[in-house]
C-alpha cells in the first residue's frame, strides 16, 4: 500500500557523500532553452525550492542552464544542491583529459556563480576513459581542494557497470523508468550497495504517451516503442504519478530528476512522490509486463 502523504520522507542521503537530497529533483536543461524568459527560469527555481526540491541537475552542454541556475538561485545558494557535469568543451583543450575536467570545474563555478559544485559528473564517456588516472587525479584535487563536494558518473550500460566496479566514484546517474530498469538488478544495486549515490534521470521516458505516431528523436522513439510493446494502462493514477513514484522508489534509488520548464509539471511530479511507493500489484504488473516484452534485453538509453 502506499505512503500516506505526511509519513512519506521528501529527503534521503545520497550515498556515503555526507549530501543530503530531495527525493524529487529539478533537471534543469530545460533552463537552457532561449524560448523560457529569465523570468520564468527564476519562477520555476524559486517554486522548486518552495516546494522542497533542492536537487538541480544542469550541465554545460544544455545551453545557458548553469548561468540561470546560477542567477535563480542567487541569495539561496546554500538551499540547493547542485549537480553539473564535464569532461568535454573547453576550448583549446581536449575532451577527457586530466586538463578538461580541471579547467571544466573551474568554468563551471564561474558558470554557476558558486564557490563549490556538489557533484560533479563525467558526462556519458565511454568505460576505457572512466579508467584514466589523469582524469581520476583531477577530480581527487577538485575535491581535496573544496571545489566539488562529490564525483561521479552519468551515463548507461557497459559504461555505468564499470563505473559502479572501479570504485573511483561518489555518485552515478542513469536512466530509470518504466521501459528503462535493467540498470536496477545490475550496476543500480551495486552502486547502492557499495554506499554511492544514485541519481535516476529520465523518469517519465520522455512522456512516449503524448505520441500517436514514431517521433523523430531516436531516444524518445526508443521509448515510444517499448511503451507499444508493454502496452501498460496507467490507469487510475496517469502517466505522471505512475513513471515518478517508480522511479524515486526504485530500490537504490536516492532522488529522481524530472526535467520540465513548467511549475504546474513540477507540482505535478512534487505530489505523486509525497504519495509514496506504487502498490504491490502495480509494481508486479510493470515488472511482469516488461519482461514479457523483452525487457530484460533492452539497453539503458543515453
Do not use: Q
Request: aromatic share 6%; with cysteine; charged share 25%.
Amino acid at each position: 500500500m502506499a505512503l500516506n502523504v505526511a509519513t512519506t520522507p521528501m529527503r534521503r542521503p545520497l550515498g556515503a557523500t555526507g549530501i543530503e537530497v530531495s527525493v524529487l529533483g529539478l533537471g534543469a536543461g530545460p533552463l537552457g532553452d532561449a524560448r523560457m524568459s529569465e523570468a520564468d527560469a527564476d519562477a520555476l527555481v524559486g517554486a522548486a525550492l518552495d516546494e522542497g526540491v533542492t536537487l538541480f541537475d544542469t550541465a554545460p552542454s544544455y545551453g545557458s542552464s548553469e548561468e540561470r541556475l546560477g542567477r535563480a538561485l542567487g541569495a539561496r545558494r546554500r538551499d540547493a544542491i547542485i549537480v553539473t557535469k564535464g569532461g568535454y568543451g573547453v576550448p583549446g583543450v581536449a575532451d577527457w583529459t586530466g586538463d578538461v575536467i580541471r579547467l571544466g570545474i573551474e568554468a563551471a563555478l564561474r558558470r554557476l556563480g558558486t564557490d563549490v559544485i556538489d557533484v560533479f559528473l563525467l558526462h556519458s564517456c565511454d568505460a576505457w576513459t572512466l579508467g584514466r588516472d589523469d582524469i581520476a587525479a583531477e577530480l581527487d584535487r577538485a575535491k581535496a581542494a573544496g571545489k566539488i563536494r562529490a564525483s561521479g558518473y552519468s551515463g548507461e550500460n557497459e559504461a555505468l557497470a564499470a563505473a559502479v566496479a572501479s570504485r573511483r566514484f561518489d555518485v552515478v546517474e542513469c536512466s530509470v523508468n518504466v521501459f528503462d530498469r535493467a540498470s536496477l538488478g545490475g550496476a543500480v544495486a551495486g552502486a547502492a550497495a557499495a554506499g554511492l549515490g544514485v541519481l535516476a534521470k529520465r523518469p517519465l521516458a520522455n512522456a512516449p504517451w503524448r505520441f500517436e505516431s514514431p517521433p523523430d528523436a531516436g531516444d524518445v522513439r526508443t521509448y515510444w516503442e517499448r511503451a507499444r510493446a508493454m502496452s501498460v494502462d496507467a490507469s487510475p493514477l496517469g502517466w505522471t504519478e505512475l513513471s515518478v513514484r517508480f522511479a524515486a522508489f526504485a530500490p537504490g534509488v536516492s532522488a529522481a530528476l524530472v526535467g520540465t520548464s513548467r511549475r504546474e509539471h513540477l507540482e505535478e511530479a512534487i505530489a505523486a512522490v509525497k504519495r509514496g511507493p506504487l502498490e504491490e500489484g502495480v509494481e508486479r504488473m510493470l515488472e511482469e509486463r516488461w519482461r514479457a516484452s523483452g525487457g530484460e534485453g533492452w539497453p539503458g538509453v543515453i
